[in-house]
């Protein structure tokens, strides 16, 4: 044990509780652990009385990947975005899209991945000419300490951080991290607790929480996802409740990515989300108020390319993940003069 100890990295947010357990007070799932055992995530582990996080040192991919692809569509447009993970999440979806690196620490334990520092991931970022490290793929709330470590020294040496999560990090988490982050993604799966409870094993209520508390109180660049599942959260009255919802207690400026589902993992006796669900779900998020709606996962649709709110006038044209042409002028249309929100526009 004094081994695997000496060989860990000691976790962040956590406070011990009575008869050597300790509470983790990174995600809403908020965990109280046994001695010896380990988190709900499956990667955080108390040991004496200490809890400390099993994936520190075991990167299992890291990749220089368009910003695009996060996605963000408001950051630093056309620019590479270094992308890492570890194994693990708080999240058990049944239609994962990652869930070969997600959930396998869940199901049988498995941590595979590579002994690479902050030093060398912020090293590989600049060797690849990316302007940011996103912590992606699996959740990163649950790799915390790594993206702690490397989101400081990202800093140092100019480059952003950015998160892409399910949004149930606490508000401890989000003031924790900060300082250093400087955008994320959150998903905002549905707007139903029997929808999360259901296919996720989570709640819906602390994502609320969380997008609420990044949007008003953070400086942090927000960007919502929603992946359309047929038959599950695709209903006008649920597509309204969620972009209203991004309205009011976020702001009309938030980007809503409306993304096409495949079946994946568990989740196989389903159709790709139709086309005109995606429509359908576009022309709500515009009805709300939202001035940025996008489809993902649907390359070539004209709803890929950014249009101002005001006048209409294409302002950065897409195709899949690459950008055609980018006509903002000083982060404003050139047309109408309309301040267009986002980050290095
Ligand atoms: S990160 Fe979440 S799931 Fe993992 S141990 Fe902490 S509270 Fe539990």
Redo the contacts with the bound molecule.
């Keep these: 044990m004094e081994t695997e100890e000496k060989s860990l990295k000691k976790a962040v947010l956590?406070e011990p509780d009575k008869d050597k357990k300790v509470r983790?007070?990174?995600?809403?799932?908020?965990?109280v652990?046994d001695e010896r055992k380990?988190?709900?995530?499956n990667?955080?582990k108390n040991i004496d009385g200490v809890?400390y996080s099993l994936t520190y040192d075991k990167v299992c991919s890291a990749n220089p990947d368009p910003i695009e692809k996060k996605p963000l569509f408001h950051f630093q447009p056309g620019t590479r975005s270094f992308s890492i993970a570890t194994m693990g999440c708080?999240f058990q979806c049944d239609f994962c899209q990652n869930w070969q690196i997600s959930q396998a620490a869940i199901e049988n334990g498995q941590i595979d991945g590579e002994p690479i520092t902050p030093e060398q991931i912020v090293e590989a970022a600049v060797r690849n000419g990316c302007k940011s490290i996103a912590y992606t793929y699996t959740e990163p709330?649950?790799f915390m300490e790594l993206c702690n470590d490397c989101g400081r020294l990202a800093k140092e040496k100019g480059l952003k951080n950015i998160f892409v999560s399910n949004g149930?990090q606490t508000i401890e988490a989000i003031d924790f991290a900060k300082d250093w982050l400087d955008g994320i993604n959150v998903d905002l799966k549905a707007f139903s607790e029997d929808y999360y409870k259901r296919l996720c094993k989570a709640r819906l209520q602390p994502v609320l929480d969380t997008i609420s508390y990044i949007a008003n109180q953070t400086n942090i660049w927000l960007e919502i996802t929603t992946l359309l599942v047929p038959g599950e959260n695709d209903s006008d009255d649920e597509l309204k409740k969620i972009a209203e919802f991004i309205v009011t207690k976020a702001n009309p400026d938030v980007p809503w990515h409306i993304s096409r589902f495949y079946p994946q993992y568990k989740y196989l006796d389903s159709v790709p989300t139709p086309l005109e669900s995606l429509e359908r779900a576009y022309d709500i998020g515009r009805a709300a108020g939202l001035h940025y709606v996008y489809l993902g996962n649907v390359p070539g649709a004209k709803s890929e390319n950014t249009f101002c709110y005001k006048c209409g006038r294409t302002l950065i044209e897409r195709m899949g993940y690459k950008i055609l042409a980018n006509h903002i002028k000083k982060s404003c249309c050139p047309d109408c003069n309309t301040k267009i929100a986002g980050f290095e526009l």
């Design positions: 956590w983790c007070k990174l995600c809403s799932h908020r965990c652990i380990v988190g709900r995530c990667v955080r809890l708080n709330t649950v149930y």
